[in-house]
């Protein structure tokens, strides 16, 4: 995998997590960020830039984006961190031996797979992206693909990718455990009567979630209580506190948590970046997203997939309008809440685990 982003990152510990849980004696996992520390300078640098880049100039990230969904133009592409990889990450595999590589990032596809045939390794690939495919994830070397839905491996298949089982991203084994949701209710003295809204992207600092509340507050602050993420942004959350202490809507305000499955078991909605992994996370507890950001580009893609679906809202604007369009209406909320149930599957991840497994020779 590699760090672009965090989705990357976090489908790989999950799967590491469920593999362990199957066997922890029998398996030794090992996540390898393949761009940033198998890789020379020039490789690593862009690497690194994919957040800022993606937060300060999103135009760049998507042209690029768009640019590279061709087989020409990415092989060009690709050549350059074959240059700067393949020698890496081949001494890496010598020296580890591994009996499977498992691909989670699709800049890593191709080399993976070139150094796995040659070896004789098994090669598996598990797609992150809702909706569209972009070309960098297609790889005919690999003995396993996993889709997250029907529209992905359809996608697949037109490329003559084989082999091609679905499942939905998978989530870790916390949020697929039933929580004490009044327990959880009380340690954040939340009201039963009220609705919760999640504000879950400040952490990336590309929103300010407070013209949002203040909006959210002027509309009906009896109606709603909110609970915000604002990961390691300490703007965010001193706004958010300064906020909090004169509002009459109950704002529970957090930093980085690592309990999310806790907060998103009592929340109603949430506003929220179209991440896949994030939004994967808010099916599995029920919890309907309210994109008002995005990048053009897979995270487009993931929005369209819930447009597609009415899994949820896509509104950059109306955010307070969006909001009670689903909480005013018990009937919507609850249509709404029985999709993102029917996009989820608390077993994914183990039933990923058990097929990767297999393929061990």
Same mark, same amino acid.
Request: hydrophobic letters at 35%; glycine letters at 4%; a positive charge.
């Given at each position: 995998?590699?760090?672009?982003?965090?989705?990357?990152?976090?489908?790989?510990?999950?799967?590491?997590?469920?593999?362990?849980?199957?066997?922890?004696?029998?398996?030794?996992?090992?996540?390898?960020?393949?761009?940033?520390?198998?890789?020379?300078?020039?490789?690593?640098?862009?690497?690194?830039?994919?957040?800022?880049?993606? !937060?300060?100039?999103?135009? $760049?990230?998507?042209?690029?984006?768009?640019?590279?969904?061709?087989?020409?133009?990415?092989?060009?592409?690709?050549?350059?961190?074959?240059?700067?990889?393949?020698?890496?990450?081949? *001494?890496?595999?010598?020296?580890?031996?591994?009996?499977? +590589?498992?691909?989670?990032?699709?800049?890593?596809?191709?080399?993976?797979?070139? =150094?796995?045939?040659?070896?004789?390794?098994?090669?598996?690939?598990? =797609?992150?992206?809702?909706?569209?495919?972009?070309?960098?994830?297609?790889?005919?070397? *690999?003995?396993?693909?996993?889709?997250?839905?029907?529209?992905?491996?359809?996608?697949?298949?037109?490329?003559?990718?084989?082999? =091609?089982?679905?499942?939905? +991203?998978?989530?870790?084994?916390?949020?697929?455990?039933?929580?004490?949701?009044?327990?959880?209710?009380?340690?954040?003295?939340?009201?039963?009567?009220?609705?919760? #809204?999640?504000?879950?992207?400040?952490?990336?600092?590309?929103?300010?979630?407070?013209?949002?509340?203040?909006?959210?507050?002027?509309?009906?602050?009896?109606?709603?209580?909110?609970? #915000?993420?604002?990961?390691?942004?300490?703007?965010?959350?001193?706004?958010?506190?300064? $906020?909090?202490?004169?509002?009459?809507?109950?704002?529970?305000?957090?930093?980085?948590?690592?309990?999310?499955?806790?907060?998103?078991?009592?929340?109603?909605?949430?506003? /929220?970046?179209?991440?896949?992994?994030?939004?994967?996370?808010?099916?599995?507890? !029920?919890?309907?997203?309210?994109?008002?950001?995005?990048?053009?580009?897979?995270?487009?893609? /993931?929005?369209?997939?819930?447009?597609?679906?009415?899994?949820?809202?896509?509104?950059?604007?109306?955010?307070?309008?969006?909001?009670?369009?689903?909480?005013?209406?018990?009937?919507?909320? !609850?249509?709404?809440?029985?999709? /993102?149930?029917?996009?989820?599957?608390?077993?994914?991840?183990?039933?990923?685990?058990?097929? $990767? +497994?297999?393929?061990?020779?």
């Amino acid at each position: 995998m590699s760090k672009t982003g965090n989705g990357h990152l976090s489908v790989a510990e999950t799967l590491k997590e469920h593999i362990e849980n199957i066997d922890s004696n029998k398996f030794e996992i090992k996540i390898v960020d393949a761009l940033q520390d198998y890789s020379k300078r020039l490789v690593k640098g862009i690497s690194k830039s994919y957040v800022p880049i993606v !937060k300060y100039v999103p135009t $760049l990230y998507t042209s690029g984006y768009y640019f590279t969904d061709n087989e020409i133009r990415l092989s060009l592409f690709l050549s350059l961190i074959r240059i700067q990889s393949r020698k890496k990450i081949t *001494s890496l595999i010598d020296s580890f031996k591994p009996d499977l +590589i498992i691909s989670v990032h699709p800049l890593v596809n191709k080399i993976a797979g070139e =150094i796995s045939r040659k070896e004789n390794i098994p090669f598996a690939v598990v =797609i992150t992206d809702m909706y569209n495919v972009h070309e960098s994830w297609l790889n005919s070397n *690999s003995d396993l693909y996993i889709a997250p839905n029907t529209y992905v491996a359809r996608q697949c298949k037109k490329h003559g990718i084989k082999n =091609i089982n679905i499942h939905p +991203i998978p989530v870790k084994l916390k949020f697929s455990k039933n929580v004490d949701v009044e327990k959880i209710r009380k340690k954040y003295k939340l009201d039963n009567n009220k609705y919760t #809204v999640l504000f879950t992207f400040g952490g990336s600092g590309t929103i300010n979630p407070t013209k949002i509340l203040k909006d959210l507050m002027k509309k009906d602050p009896e109606r709603y209580q909110a609970i #915000v993420i604002n990961g390691k942004n300490k703007k965010t959350y001193e706004d958010i506190e300064k $906020l909090s202490k004169k509002s009459k809507m109950k704002i529970v305000n957090l930093g980085f948590i690592n309990n999310m499955e806790e907060v998103m078991s009592v929340s109603d909605v949430a506003v /929220c970046k179209a991440g896949s992994t994030t939004i994967q996370e808010l099916f599995t507890k !029920k919890v309907v997203p309210i994109v008002i950001n995005y990048v053009r580009g897979q995270e487009k893609d /993931c929005a369209d997939f819930i447009k597609m679906k009415r899994a949820g809202i896509v509104n950059k604007r109306n955010v307070v309008d969006s909001i009670e369009s689903v909480t005013k209406n018990p009937k919507r909320l !609850k249509r709404y809440k029985k999709v /993102c149930e029917k996009l989820s599957d608390k077993d994914s991840g183990m039933k990923e685990a058990q097929e $990767l +497994i297999s393929l061990i020779k």
